[in-house]
Each structure stands twice: as C-alpha cells, then as structure tokens.
C-alpha cells in the first residue's frame, strides 16, 4: 500500500506576491478558504490590507504586506516578516506581473520596457526564491509555483519583452526544479492563456470574443479562479512528485491549430 499523502494545504503558509488583482487576489482567497495562512503582497498595502480584511473577517487566516517585487531589499525584509508573522513559510507563490508590449524597432521606448519587463517578470522570481528558501527547507511540503504564459510557449507580435521575460520564467523553474529536487522542494510553472483580469481590462468584449473564438478550444477567455486552482493543486503536500512542469492552463490555446 502507497503513503497516504494529504490533499490539503490547511495549516501551510504561502506567500502570494501581486494579490491584490486578478490571477494573485484569486490564488489568495483560494489558499486562505481551504484554511492556509495567506500572505498577500502587492505595490499597494492599502488594496492588499483590504483583501486581508474581507478574509479575516469570514475567519481564515490572512495578512498584507507593500512589497514591489523588483525592489530586492524589500524582498528579503517582507519574506522574513511574513516567515516571523506566521511563523514559517511553506509555499511560494510568484505571480505578480506587468504587460510589456513593445515593437522591436521602437528604439525610444525598447530598452526602458525591456529592463523594466525583466526586473519584474523574472528577476523578481530568482530573488523572492533566494530570499524564502531558508524557509522553505524548514517545511514538511515545500512548493514554489512560477506563473509565466502562453506567450512564453507561442508569442504575439510586438510582445517580445513580455514573451523573452516568460520564457525566461520557464527555464528558471526547470533549472531550480533540478537543482533544489534532492531537497523534496517542488518548483512548476503555471502558463495562463487569456483570462479575464485587469492585464486584459482594455480589450473590448467583443475583441475577447472574437479572439477566444477563434484561438482556443473552450472558445472563451478563463476566469481567474480558474488558474488559482490549478495553482492550489500544484501545492498540495500530495502534488508531491510533480516537478519541473510547465503547464497551460489556457483554455486549449496551445493544442489548437484550427
Ligand atoms: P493583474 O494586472 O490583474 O494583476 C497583476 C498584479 O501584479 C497587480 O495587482 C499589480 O499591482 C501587481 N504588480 C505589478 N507590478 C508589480 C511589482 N513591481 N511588484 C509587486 N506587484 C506588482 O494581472 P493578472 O492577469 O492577474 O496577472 C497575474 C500574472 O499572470 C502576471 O504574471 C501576468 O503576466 C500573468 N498572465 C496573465 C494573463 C492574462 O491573460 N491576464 C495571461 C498570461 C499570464
């Protein structure tokens, strides 16, 4: 008979980074109602402390810190306070994210976006890995969750600092997955396709639709509760040989051509 491995996450900690919108506000909540310790991370301590507050007032178990993730200084100081605050850290959450559009030969702006997109988009992540590992090798379960994109797998043009930075993202998880493997920590990579969030707030609804129509296999653009969940499974102490991945959670956009 196999080790009966548990499929819950109540009692573990994790640390969100970018939860006060979108994919990293949903993963909170998902976390914190199946009864982890939630720390939720944003720019704003204001719209992170508000989401804490909603959280805490239903009885689960939350709390907010201002951490801009291309601020390294800051990383470590927020890291060990919510370590301090909850007294360890279990699980890794790197989800906070910019858009980065920007053509090729737009030499005014291509560096700026460029250096910008990978400060927040990759560097961050190797930081906030470093920074929460001593942590880490204290849990019983250890998981990192990196969450990169489709454009990390395909790409859209005039989006390469965007899509370079992602992949970036998944060669990074791969990478650590191998390196930290011997020590039981888990390191996957969730790749969202098109989800409905503030990073797609200026597409029109007809613009979505029109574009979920005719690129992915459930023919509509996913809700963000939906990657949070994939998420969640990911860091279960039973998710406990699944390393290294990386998986779309996409709506079927990568596996359809027509
Ligand atoms: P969102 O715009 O709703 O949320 C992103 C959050 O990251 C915001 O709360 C924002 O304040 C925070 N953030 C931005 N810069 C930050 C910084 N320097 N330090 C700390 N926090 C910062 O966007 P969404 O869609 O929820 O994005 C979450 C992740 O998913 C991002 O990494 C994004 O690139 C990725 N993604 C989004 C897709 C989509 O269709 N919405 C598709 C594929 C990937």
Redo the contacts with the bound molecule.
């Keep these: 008979m196999g080790v009966k491995l548990s499929r819950s996450v109540k009692g573990l900690t994790v640390l969100v ?9 949903a993963t909170a909540e998902v976390f914190a109602e199946e009864g982890a310790n939630v720390a939720l ?4 301590a204001e ?1 992170v402390e508000c989401i804490a507050q909603e959280l805490r007032a239903k009885g689960l178990s939350a709390a907010a810190w201002a ?5 390294q200084i800051g990383i470590r100081q927020v890291v060990d306070d919510v370590a301090m605050h909850f007294g360890g850290l279990d699980v890794l959450i790197n ?5 980065a559009f920007c053509p090729i030969d737009d030499d005014e702006h291509y560096d700026a976006i460029w250096d910008r997109a990978f ?3 990759l560097t ?1 992540h190797q930081r906030i890995v470093r920074a929460a590992l001593p942590h880490l090798r204290h849990s019983a379960s250890p998981r990192i969750v990196n ?5 990390a797998l395909g790409a859209t043009s005039r989006d390469s600092p ?1 899509s370079a930075a ?1 992949a970036g993202v998944t060669g990074l998880t791969r990478a650590l997955a191998v390196e930290l493997g011997k020590e039981g920590i888990t390191v996957n990579c969730i ?10 707030a200026d597409v029109s609804d007809a613009d979505k639709q029109t574009f979920a129509h005719r690129r992915t296999a459930l023919r509509r ?2 809700i ?1 509760e939906e ?1 949070a969940h994939i998420t969640l499974s990911l860091c279960l102490p039973a998710a406990s040989y699944i390393t290294g991945t990386t998986i779309p959670v996409d709506g079927g956009l990568m596996a359809r051509n027509f």
């Design positions: 980074t970018g939860a006060a919108s979108g994919m990293g506000k991370t944003d720019l704003s719209a951490l801009d993730v291309s601020d989800n906070a994210g910019i858009s400060a927040v988009l961050a969450i990169a994109s489709t454009e965007y992602k790749c969202p396709g098109p989800i409905d969030t503030n990073m797609t653009y996913g963000p990657v």
